[in-house]
């Protein structure tokens, strides 16, 4: 994220694993997915997930605010690549409940980026509306000192466990499950964070950070999910939904 979270001292997420009742989602372990990447199994086919990103175009994404994807952003061996300036990009369809797959990697020493879901376009920045869940090499950068904006965190709200990621250049799997208000993150088969959206706690948390300035934050019920430009290289691969009702 562009600027740090308003600091306040918030209790760590103790539960590890699936919560209870959650659908079951392909290649969630401590690999990035198997396989040959962004392609689907027949099981995964038949189970009604389907790729957004198809490993060879940009076709599906766009720039936030724009008809267009933005030069910087392009396909790279099978990546949808952040290689040079650019903005924000988002899927061109919107959804509201669902279960999404994205492997992402960071090559070079504190890259930070992130994913966006039911992100909408009214305001000028996508993290106005759209919960982010940080991507980050939390080695170097100065946000992985901090659980709240460490990789896998719902940034700036809820903490993420220590230990998930992997070293940079490896490969990562995020999973982001939003059924109605209930929002889950795993990164490699590990849960990070798990909250409700609008409930008691949630509007405590963004009351007492720098999303408190923006009151459209979180409050769609279906928008775009979005790949994050934070001035750094990052790549994503494998990017899979599940549309729930």
């Known amino acids: 994220m562009r ?7 918030l209790l760590v997420l ?16 401590s690999m990035a997915q198997a396989g040959t990447p962004n392609t689907l199994t027949p099981a995964e086919q038949k189970a009604g997930w389907r790729l957004l990103f198809d490993g060879r175009t940009t076709a599906g994404w766009r720039g936030y605010r724009s008809t267009v994807m933005p030069a910087g952003w392009r396909v790279v061996d099978g990546t949808l690549s952040r290689v040079e300036p650019a903005t924000d990009i988002v899927t061109e369809e919107q959804f509201g409940n669902f279960d999404l797959l994205v492997d992402w990697q960071v090559t070079t020493p504190g890259a930070n980026s992130g994913i966006f879901y039911r992100a909408t376009e009214g305001s000028d920045q996508i993290y106005f509306s759209g919960p982010e869940m940080q991507v980050l ?7 992985g000192k901090s659980q709240l904006t460490s990789a896998g965190a719902a940034y700036g709200l809820y903490p993420a466990p220590r230990g998930a990621v992997k070293p940079l250049g490896q490969w990562n799997t995020a999973r982001i499950l939003v059924d109605g ?3 889950v993150h795993w990164l490699n088969g590990v849960k990070m964070a798990d909250y409700v ?12 950070s720098k999303f408190a300035k923006w009151p459209e934050y ?12 934070h001035g750094n290289p990052v790549a994503f691969r494998n ?6 009702p």
């Open 197 to 208: 959206l609008g409930s008691a706690d949630w509007q405590a948390r963004v009351s007492q």
């Open 14 to 29: 103790a539960a590890c694993g699936p919560s209870a009742g959650a659908p079951p989602s392909p290649n969630t372990g």
């Open 239 to 244: 990017i899979k939904i599940k549309v729930l």
């Open 3 to 9: 600027t740090k979270a308003a600091g306040v001292a």
């Open 181 to 183: 208000d209930h929002v």
């Open 137 to 143: 090499d939390d080695d170097v950068h100065p946000d």
């Open 218 to 229: 979180g409050k769609a019920k279906q928008g775009y999910i979005g790949l994050q430009e």
